[in-house]
C-alpha cells in the first residue's frame, strides 16, 4: 500500500480498494497514534463532519470505531461544509479534524481529508507517518474500559459556523434576492439558512440530496441552471458551491459566470484600495488567466503563482504574509477570517465589495478581460510523466511556438482524479480550442482510459 495520500487526502471510490471501511477504521486509529507522539498529548480530541454521499456513515462509522479504540475522543458535526469542519477543529480545541468528502467528485467516490489543530491541512510528514503506519503491522493504542474514547455529537455545530460567518461579515441583505446552488451537498441547509438570517430573499437549487444526486449536474462545476435561475427570478446575483462547500463559482444578474479568477481580482483591488491587502500581494495558481495578472498588475498588485491545489496557495501565503489568494477554480483563501477555502465566507467577501461600492457584481468584474482560455479533461489508465509521451512534447513545443508569447499551454494531472488537463490560452479562441483538442486526442491515444 503506497501513496494513498493524494493532494487533499484520500480519495477514491467508495468502498472499494484502497478507500474501504477497513481502511477509514486503520486511519482513525493510526491518526489517534501520530497525533499523541506529535502533540505529546494522551488524550486525542478529533472532529469529523461528512457531505451528503451515501457512503459517507459507512466511512464515518469506521472511522469512529477506530479513534474510539485508540483511546481517541469524537466530536461528530454532521454534515456540514469542509471549511466548517476546519472552523471547529480551532474553536473546540482539538487536536485534529476529519471530512469525509470526495469535493466536486460524482457520488461514487468519497475522501477522507485530515486537518490540524489549526484548521489547516495536515503536515505531508504527518500523513506520510500515518500512511507508514498502515502498512506494517497495528502498533496504535488499544483503548480498554474507561480509555476507550467518547463519541458526542455535537448539535451546534451548524449554528456556531452561521455565527461565525455572520461575525466576519455581518452584512445587511434586505431587499437583495440571492439564488443559491448548493450541489446537493454539505452546504445545502446552512448556506440558505445563512442569507434569510442576513436578510436576502433566497432562491435554491441543488438543496435535496438524496445521497447519489451530489454534483450532478448542478454547483460549482455546473453552474448553468443557477444562470437561468438568476435571470428568471430576477436575483441580483447567483452563488454556486460544490459538493463539500469549499469552492465558490458566481452569477451576476446579467447572467453571466464570474469564477475564482474574477473574484480575486475584485477582491484585491478593492481591499488595496483601502490598505487592507497585506503584503499589497495575490497568491493564485499557474491555472489563473492571464487577465488576472493584467488587471492586478495594472494596480500595481503583485502576483506569485504556485502549482495546482489550495494547499499550495496557503502554504506560499504564509510564507509571503498574504491575506489573499486563490484559485480559478473558486477555492479562495481570506487568511484574515478563515485558514481554509470556504465557498460561503468568499460569496460574503464578495458581497461585501458590492455593498460597500454600491455596484453590481456585473460592474466590478470589468476590471478584468479573460484572455481565451479552453480547459480539456482527458481520463486517463495510467499518469507517465507528460514529457515522456511519443511526440507530445514536439507537437505542444510546436504550438507554443505558433502563440509566439501571447497564449499559453499547460498540460498537468488531476491530483485527485485520473484525469490529464489541456490548458491552452490565447487570442484565437477557435485556433485555441483546435490545439486544445489536438493535444487531448493525443493523450487520448496514448494513455487513454481503454
Known sequence: MTHL???????????????TADLAYRVGRQLVATLRAERGTERVRLVIGRDTRRSGPLLESALVAGVLSAGGDCYAVGVLPTPGIALL??????????????????????????????????????????????????RAPRARGGEI????????????????????????????????????????????????RLGARVVALGARPSGTNINAGCGA???????????????????????????????????????????????????????RLKGNV?????????????????????????????????????????????????????????????????????????????APLASLAACMRKLPQVLVNVPVREKPPIESLPTFADRVRAFEAELNGAG???????????????????ADGARIRAMADELAGLIRGLIGEA
Not at 162 to 185: E, K, N, Q, S, W
Not at 242 to 253: A, N
Not at 331 to 342: C, E, K, W
Request: overall charge negative; glycine content about 12%.
Open 282 to 358: 495575490v497568491v493564485t495558481t499557474v491555472m489563473a488567466n492571464y487577465g488576472l495578472d493584467e488587471a492586478l498588475r495594472k494596480a500595481g498588485i503583485g502576483v506569485v503563482k504556485t502549482q495546482v491545489g489550495d494547499r499550495y496557495v496557503f502554504e506560499e501565503m504564509q510564507r509571503l504574509g498574504a491575506s489573499l489568494g486563490g484559485e480559478q477554480s473558486g477555492h479562495l483563501i481570506f487568511l484574515d477570517h478563515s485558514p481554509a477555502g470556504d465557498g460561503i465566507l468568499s460569496a460574503l467577501a464578495l458581497l461585501g465589495v458590492v455593498r460597500e461600492t454600491g
Open 89 to 138: 477543529t480551532r474553536t473546540l480545541e482539538a487536536h485534529g479534524g476529519i471530512v469525509l468528502s470526495a469535493s466536486h467528485n460524482p457520488f461514487e467516490d468519497n475522501g477522507i481529508k485530515l486537518f490540524s489543530s489549526e484548521g489547516t491541512k495536515l503536515p505531508d510528514s504527518w500523513e506520510d507517518e500515518i500512511e507508514q503506519g498502515l502498512q506494517g503491522e497495528d
Open 5 to 19: 495520500f493524494g493532494t487533499d487526502g484520500i480519495r477514491g471510490v467508495a468502498n472499494e480498494e484502497p478507500l
Open 408 to 426: 499559453r499551454i499547460l498540460v498537468r494531472y488531476s491530483g485527485t482524479e485520473a484525469l490529464a488537463r489541456v490548458m491552452v490560452e490565447g
Open 149 to 196: 474514547g467518547r463519541l458526542v455529537t455535537y448539535a451546534r455545530a451548524e449554528a456556531d459556523y452561521v455565527d461565525f460567518l455572520c461575525r466576519c461579515f455581518p452584512l445587511d441583505l434586505a431587499g437583495i434576492t440571492v439564488a443559491l446552488d448548493c450541489a446537493h451537498g454539505a452546504t445545502y441547509r446552512v448556506a440558505p439558512r445563512l442569507f434569510r
Open 221 to 275: 462545476l455546473h453552474p448553468e441552471a443557477l444562470q437561468r435561475k438568476v435571470k428568471t427570478a430576477r436575483a441580483q446575483v447567483g452563488f454556486a458551491f460544490d459538493g463539500d462547500g469549499d469552492r465558490l463559482i458566481s452569477v451576476d444578474h446579467t447572467g453571466e459566470i464570474r469564477d475564482g479568477d474574477y473574484a480575486l481580482a475584485i477582491a484585491a483591488l478593492h481591499l488595496a484600495g483601502s490598505a
